[in-house]
């Protein structure tokens, strides 16, 4: 499986951004995936920010983003969004697409995701 994250840039406090995570070469759709978004900030450990369970589409948000933040994926596309608004300049991060076989009621913790996509840098200026 192989995870590209992209759609990371420089936005001032209260813009937005949208990131995407390309999921390829796999034999399985998205749909039996989990998937997910964990960020590192310099000096800190890796958070979680988002996941979407696999069948269900459920969707899981820390409470950092809650209310901000949105992830959705399209099946079709095997392709899963982070819709990102009002950005806050503490949301300055790399953010890394993860991936895992169905799920685990451990999603918030980086241990549980068994594949990193190479990460995209957002910058939120004040």
């Known amino acids: 499986v192989q995870l590209q994250a992209s759609g990371g840039g420089s936005v001032q406090a209260g813009g937005s951004l949208r990131l995407s995570c390309a999921v390829s070469?796999?034999?399985?759709?998205?749909?039996?995936?989990?998937i997910g978004w964990f960020r590192q900030a310099p000096g800190k450990e890796r958070e979680f920010v988002a996941a979407?369970?696999?069948?269900?589409?459920?969707?899981y948000h820390a409470d950092s983003v809650k209310g901000r933040f949105t992830i959705s994926r399209d099946n079709n596309k095997n392709t899963v969004y982070l819709q990102m608004n009002s950005l806050k300049p503490d949301d300055t991060a790399v953010y890394f697409c993860v991936y895992r076989p169905y799920w685990s009621v451990g999603y918030y913790s980086s241990s549980q995701w068994n594949y990193w996509g190479q990460g995209t840098e957002v910058t939120v200026s004040s």
């Open positions: 070469r796999s034999t399985q759709s998205i749909y039996t995936m989990s």
């Open positions: 979407v369970r696999s069948s269900s589409g459920s969707t």
